[in-house]
């Protein structure tokens, strides 16, 4: 199997920064993209942002406006969310995806942790 694990979420204050780590194990034969989602209380799972094998290519969501930064290291199968000027509506739980298989001539799954708390309050 394949386990996702986040880390670095926590309570900051109003214009404040965080980074969120993401690593993923087990057995991954290739990893294809690798991404944040974010969910508030009563509130659908968004995208934050997200990466792909092709080319490094990055997607933002329209809130992050530059404050946002992903970033990725093959090598240890981890993904970062630098997150700055963060304010209140940033409040969620914050979700790491990995798309990877497990093995060739396998499709791709997509494979979720657990999620990190992000409180933005003063």
């Known amino acids: 199997q394949v386990q996702v694990v986040e880390s670095g979420g926590g309570l900051v204050q109003p214009g404040g920064s965080l980074r969120l780590s993401c690593a993923a194990s087990?057995?991954?034969?290739?990893?294809?993209?690798m991404g944040w989602y974010r969910q508030a209380p009563g509130k659908q799972r968004e995208l934050v942002a997200h990466?792909?094998?092709?080319?490094?290519?990055?997607r933002y969501a329209d809130f992050v406006k530059g404050r946002f930064a992903i970033s990725r290291e093959n090598a240890k199968n981890t993904v970062y969310l630098q997150m700055n000027s963060l304010n209140s509506e940033d409040t969620a739980v914050y979700y790491c995806?990995?798309?990877?298989?497990?093995?060739?001539?396998?499709?791709?799954?997509?494979?979720w942790g657990q999620g990190t708390q992000v409180t933005v309050s003063s």
């Open positions: 990466i792909d094998n092709n080319n490094w290519r990055v």
């Open positions: 087990g057995s991954i034969f290739s990893i294809w993209a």
């Open positions: 995806t990995v798309e990877a298989t497990t093995g060739r001539g396998l499709v791709p799954y997509d494979y």
